[in-house]
């Protein structure tokens, strides 16, 4: 679609409809991307809950002199002050090297701890375990009482099983997720294991602290994919190395936590009591935070005419956005296209979850792969989007030459449902301005704390259509020209981000791109 300055002048590109129906797109776990982006911490105004946390790889208290001593073990935590701590590598009646200890019982009893464990690998009993399963694995040991919400084995493993430990622990009132693992070495293995652990977390809503022996440094690709959505508490310190003991020089121990964790005092502790240095730190839980993008990409057309989806792709993965609302997208349309589904290629190169609203489709042709011919607009997103039933999709009342419509999603973010609601207004000014007091009449009574409203409107700042917006929502790039369209030179603004209080926004930017005829928008979003 392409634009003039003048809000009332609006080229369209026409497509042919028939009557309204309204699509649903599933939603689902997509390819890895190659890299991401980390999200960063910042001081929190407030804090809902405030706890201290280690991550410890016991190796089976065995310190790195070789001597088995538990109590140097139960030592080094009780002295770090940790509330809440992850082990790996622990024993239960175990072997003869460790005296048949059950040493998840001795250290939650020495230390006044709860605990929970789960074993990855295990033997028969015999006589000298006391008549008890022979069991190693991964344990939490805490302060508050633990709620074990399961204890899964991925299906990835080499000379045994790896597994994951999902706990909920409360914390002054506040519900958090702790999730305790140890991956493979093997690359391959880890793959794997890395993509089943990012389906179990998704599947459970809250704050969530990932712990435990990941067993590749900062800069592996899977660690960098793990971090798309989880914050590091050592991101700025390169050094902080965990193993091996007697000369660390890499660092594979890991406290993550979700974009609403503000992690500080983050330290490695130098002791000999195993060939891993545990580290430590101090956990706040406040607003979650993520990057959101908006961009009309012209079915992947850049300013050469040429349709290219890799480079929106590489767009989208450079900005490090989270979210990213997307107008003007081919599904399966049309030759201009080579009849793509664009939305589930994106999706499976980003590693993101993807939802869709068609606003012109055409009947299935065999050149189509057989599947109805849609064009619309839709989001992507690294964090879980809610099913059907946290949906909404509408078609405006007025429309020339197409249909036009409102998307209504909820993106989980961490603890808190972001309600996104995404469009594309129409080709004359009469026909935007009823477009945008009726989305208006959508999102308004629905009583949703977290709202962000996105997409291309079509009209400049100061416009009617634009003013109708700003009677309930605040404009990320008020007092900046920001200038969208077109691409090769930019002289007009069409594209927006609007947030709604308690949502704020920040560090709001056009990116440079000749991608598409349009340049994508972003902004930090930080919910209150």
Known sequence: MKQTIHQSIILLVCFCSAGILLSCAKVKEQKDPIQGANLQTN??????ADVKVMTYNVHAGIGIDGVYNLQRIADVIRNSG???????????????????????????SELGMYSAFQKTTWKSATTASGNKERQFGHAILSKYPIEVLNTRLYDAYGTHYYGLLETRIVINGQPMLFYVTHLATDTALLRLQ??????????????????????????NENIQAIKETMVDAFESQPNAYSFKSSNPTVRIDYILGTSNITF?????????????????????????????????????????????????????????AHVVVLNEVDRNYDARSNYVDQ??????????????????????IPASGNKERQFGHGILSKYPIGDTSMQGRWIYTDYTTHYM?????????????????????????????????????????????????????????GSAPINTVLTSFTDVFAGQTAYTFPANAPASRVDYIFVKSPVAAGNAAVISSQASTHLPIVCDIEMQ
Not at 94 to 103: K, L
Not at 343 to 364: D, H, I, R
């Open 82 to 108: 940790a509330e809440v701590v992850s082990l790996n590598e622990i024993h239960k009646n175990y072997e003869a090297t460790t005296n048949y200890d059950d040493q998840v019982a001795w250290l939650a």
């Open 194 to 219: 890395r993509q089943q652990l990012r389906v179990w977390m998704d599947e459970t809503y809250g704050t969530k602290i990932l712990l435990g022996d990941l067993n590749a440094i900062p800069s």
């Open 43 to 48: 001081t929190q105004a407030s804090s809902l």
């Open 405 to 461: 419509g409102l998307l209504k999603v909820r993106v989980s973010v961490n603890a808190n449902p972001l309600y996104v609601y995404i469009t594309n207004l129409g080709s004359t000014a009469a026909e935007r301005l009823s477009q945008a007091q009726e989305v208006m009449s959508f999102i308004n009574p629905p009583n949703h704390t977290w709202k962000v409203f996105a997409g291309t409107f079509s009209d400049v700042p």
């Open 264 to 320: 500080s005092n983050s330290q490695v502790i130098s002791t000999q009591a195993s060939d891993h240095f545990p580290i430590v730190s101090d956990v706040s839980v406040g607003a979650s935070k993520l990057k959101l993008m908006q961009y009309n990409i012209k079915h992947g057309e850049g300013t050469d005419g040429v349709v290219d989806l890799q480079r929106i792709a590489n767009v989208i993965r450079s900005s490090g």
């Open 343 to 364: 939305m589930v290629w994106l999706a499976n190169e980003l590693g993101m979850y993807y939802e869709f609203q068609k606003t012109t489709w055409k009947s299935a």
